[in-house]
């Protein structure tokens, strides 16, 4: 695959669009290792490379790039979490590290702890304006609980809306 990724970066420089396409379409075939997420952000970088958005490091593998930018993504989800809900962002991180599921999510209380650490203001002001209407601080609660629940243990594909 990377030897793919690399001929490809060398005939994008020449600017021959029908090679370019071939070079592509042979990148394209080697992606059937990857995970579907990787393949996403197998085509995400492909894409930034066409349009002149990322300049390549020749020392990192494709692989790693594809990393790099998982990992960016799930940093902006966390992000988005945190400054959402004003949740503790070392706690999140910290079960996450954990690969949470459904029966060991509260394990040591650590999902109650994380609970505990959410900013309610600024819950309940996410979730009203989500919803369009005033909502019962339990109901925030509820909410809370569902929301970061769904983060950890569906991961980064439970993503915050704005």
Same mark, same amino acid.
């Given at each position: 695959?990377?030897?793919?990724?690399?001929?490809?970066?060398?005939?994008?420089?020449?600017?021959?669009?029908?090679?370019?396409?071939?070079?592509?379409?042979?990148?394209?075939?080697?992606?059937?290792? %990857?995970?579907?997420?990787?393949?996403?952000?197998?085509?995400?970088?492909?894409?930034?490379?066409?349009?002149?958005?990322?300049?390549?490091?020749?020392?990192?593998?494709?692989?790693?790039?594809?990393?790099?930018?998982?990992?960016?993504?799930?940093?902006?989800?966390?992000?988005?979490?945190?400054?959402?809900?004003?949740?503790?962002?070392?706690?999140?991180?910290?079960?996450?590290?954990?690969?949470?599921?459904?029966?060991?999510?509260?394990?040591?209380?650590?999902?109650?702890?994380?609970?505990?650490?959410?900013?309610?203001?600024?819950?309940?002001?996410?979730?009203?304006? %989500?919803?369009?209407?005033?909502?019962?601080?339990?109901?925030?609660?509820?909410?809370?609980?569902?929301?970061?629940?769904?983060? %950890?243990?569906?991961?980064?594909?439970?993503?915050?809306?704005?």
């Amino acid at each position: 695959m990377n030897s793919r990724f690399n001929k490809y970066l060398k005939i994008l420089a020449r600017g021959d669009k029908e090679e370019i396409e071939q070079r592509l379409n042979e990148l394209h075939k080697s992606f059937a290792s %990857l995970s579907q997420e990787e393949q996403k952000y197998a085509n995400i970088l492909l894409h930034d490379i066409q349009s002149g958005d990322i300049t390549i490091d020749e020392s990192k593998t494709f692989k790693e790039y594809i990393a790099q930018y998982q990992a960016d993504a799930e940093n902006s989800q966390i992000s988005k979490l945190v400054e959402t809900l004003g949740v503790d962002a070392e706690k999140l991180k910290a079960l996450l590290r954990t690969n949470v599921t459904e029966i060991n999510l509260n394990e040591y209380g650590r999902f109650d702890e994380l609970k505990e650490s959410v900013d309610r203001v600024k819950a309940k002001e996410y979730f009203e304006k %989500l919803e369009g209407k005033s909502m019962a601080p339990f109901k925030v609660n509820m909410r809370v609980h569902k929301l970061l629940k769904g983060f %950890l243990i569906d991961g980064f594909k439970n993503k915050i809306q704005y």
